[in-house]
């Protein structure tokens, strides 16, 4: 028995591929604008703090001309690092960086304390420098020149035939 259907109106196949197509349709905008939204995520400035800041509550206990190098590094920690020729000078260096997308690292601000001390291990002078205070060093691109010739992956694999043999200690190999 076929059910009789009025004029204009829809036959259940029909109902049902046009679910599927406004389901279809809602999907493809749900998926451009979930793309779009990683895509710009992707692109958003990153702001990292790199280093070590000592607190401003330990640095407002240091006193110049008191102190030892035992007394300073109980209060401020470990220093990031110290003098190159000599172990007068501690720096305590902390930086904020961000980047954005896949561009190089820009550097927001930096703060350096640099604590130094007498010949006898006493605080001498506690200076607070800024990203201000920085100098560029010009990195030298030069290349140390080696001896005998850059050899390309043909010749290296074809260079090797019939160095090397099966049996431990017999033939030509490596030497």
Known sequence: ???VYQQGARLPAEADIIRLAMKTRHFAASSVV?????????????????GNLPPPEALAQLAVGEQTRQDVRGL??????????????????SAHTTQ????PNHELDRTVYAVSFDDR????????LGLEDGQNVNIASRETPTKGREFSLIEQLIGNLGRFSGTPGGGP???
């Open 34 to 50: 979930a793309l779009a939204a990683l895509f710009l995520a992707g692109c958003a400035k990153d702001i990292d703090a790199r």
């Open 100 to 103: 954005y997308a896949f561009y």
């Open 121 to 128: 291990g006493i605080l001498k002078d506690v200076r607070r």
């Open 76 to 93: 401020l920690g470990t220093p990031a690092t110290t003098a190159i020729f000599d172990d007068e000078t501690w720096y305590y260096i």
């Open 173 to 175: 190999g490596p030497r």
């Open 1 to 3: 028995m076929n059910p």
